[in-house]
């Protein structure tokens, strides 16, 4: 069953196993791999790809912390804490008010993570022009209605414990997320923050392709002019970069919260202080 839905979606999807030996296909995938051979390692082509490669890793950073804006309110809005059940003294009209909101935050977050980010960047860009804004702000929606989705998720999936001991204690709603449910969530929310940094600078190498900055910029003048052993070097550049923020990810994982919590923010603070952002 698996195999015949699998030749069924290539053949509706017109998927072409013959041209990989077509002679003229070949022809193009021996130029790009001569090209991946002898990358292009003069002074001006590193400085410019070095350059590119930094402001995607700005850009990057720069958008989760946009991100982490929009998710974090929307998460908390837009969840229900286990063991925390509207309470029946409450008015009705205080009822319907918070079921709306929290339909209102979660409409948000299918809204904002539903549309990808390279079509957000194509949008912004005839928006703010060219430049590294686009991408912060495409990445920034999208990647906040992920991340808040997620969140929000794993706060549904909190033990009810010590949430229902606060509220007996009089607790407000405010103060069972914070000392109840936070506690419990805190190494997955930072950890997934941390992926979706590595996320984010992906995405950053890649918006440069509709004018959004970054390296993608790069990546798409070597692809259209058939400058491969220029490609080459920019792509070894992403792998750098992003095998170098895994390693960080990883140590920081096994460290106190806050020095997460400070890798995030200095990130962040750096894109939002060095990037020609038109807010």
């Given at each position: 069953?698996a195999?015949?839905?699998?030749v069924?979606?290539?053949h509706?999807s017109q998927?072409e196993?013959?041209?990989?030996?077509d002679?003229?296909n070949?022809?193009?995938?021996?130029s790009?791999?001569?090209?991946?051979?002898?990358?292009?390692?003069?002074?001006a082509?590193?400085?410019?790809?070095g350059?590119?490669?930094?402001?995607s890793?700005l850009?990057g950073?720069?958008?989760l912390?946009l991100a982490m804006?929009?998710?974090?309110?929307l998460?908390?809005?837009?969840?229900?804490?286990?063991?925390?059940p509207?309470?029946?003294?409450?008015?009705p009209?205080?009822?319907?008010?918070?079921?709306?909101?929290?339909g209102?935050?979660q409409?948000?977050?299918?809204?904002?993570r539903?549309?990808?980010?390279i079509?957000?960047?194509?949008?912004?860009?005839g928006i703010?022009?060219?430049g590294?804004?686009?991408?912060?702000?495409?990445i920034?929606?999208?990647?906040g209605?992920?991340?808040?989705?997620?969140?929000?998720?794993?706060?549904?999936?909190?033990?009810p414990?010590?949430?229902?001991?606060?509220r007996a204690?009089?607790?407000?709603?405010?103060?069972?997320?914070?000392y109840?449910v936070?506690?419990?969530?805190?190494s997955?929310w930072?950890?997934?923050?941390?992926?979706?940094?590595?996320?984010?600078?992906r995405?950053?190498s890649?918006?440069g392709?509709?004018?959004a900055?970054g390296?993608?910029?790069e990546?798409?003048?070597a692809?259209?002019?058939?400058e491969?052993?220029?490609?080459?070097?920019?792509?070894?550049?992403v792998l750098?970069?992003?095998?170098v923020?895994?390693?960080?990810?990883?140590v920081?994982?096994?460290?106190h919260?806050?020095?997460?919590?400070?890798f995030?923010?200095?990130?962040?603070?750096?894109?939002?202080?060095?990037l020609?952002?038109?807010?």
């Amino acid at each position: 069953m698996a195999l015949a839905l699998v030749v069924w979606s290539g053949h509706v999807s017109q998927v072409e196993p013959g041209a990989f030996f077509d002679s003229d296909n070949a022809s193009t995938a021996m130029s790009l791999l001569d090209g991946f051979k002898n990358p292009d390692f003069s002074p001006a082509m590193l400085s410019r790809v070095g350059t590119l490669a930094l402001e995607s890793v700005l850009i990057g950073c720069a958008g989760l912390g946009l991100a982490m804006l929009f998710a974090l309110p929307l998460a908390y809005w837009g969840t229900t804490i286990p063991g925390l059940p509207d309470s029946p003294k409450r008015p009705p009209w205080r009822q319907m008010a918070r079921r709306a909101v929290r339909g209102g935050a979660q409409l948000v977050l299918l809204v904002f993570r539903s549309i990808p980010e390279i079509v957000w960047a194509f949008l912004f860009v005839g928006i703010v022009g060219l430049g590294p804004g686009a991408a912060v702000v495409a990445i920034g929606i999208t990647f906040g209605g992920i991340i808040g989705k997620l969140y929000a998720e794993l706060v549904e999936a909190v033990s009810p414990g010590p949430v229902q001991a606060m509220r007996a204690a009089g607790a407000s709603r405010w103060a069972v997320f914070l000392y109840g449910v936070l506690p419990q969530v805190q190494s997955q929310w930072i950890g997934y923050a941390l992926f979706r940094l590595e996320c984010g600078i992906r995405s950053a190498s890649i918006l440069g392709i509709v004018g959004a900055g970054g390296i993608g910029m790069e990546i798409d003048l070597a692809v259209r002019y058939f400058e491969y052993d220029k490609l080459a070097t920019a792509l070894l550049a992403v792998l750098a970069y992003v095998v170098v923020l895994e390693i960080a990810s990883a140590v920081l994982r096994r460290t106190h919260v806050g020095w997460p919590l400070l890798f995030l923010a200095v990130g962040t603070g750096a894109g939002w202080l060095l990037l020609e952002v038109p807010w």
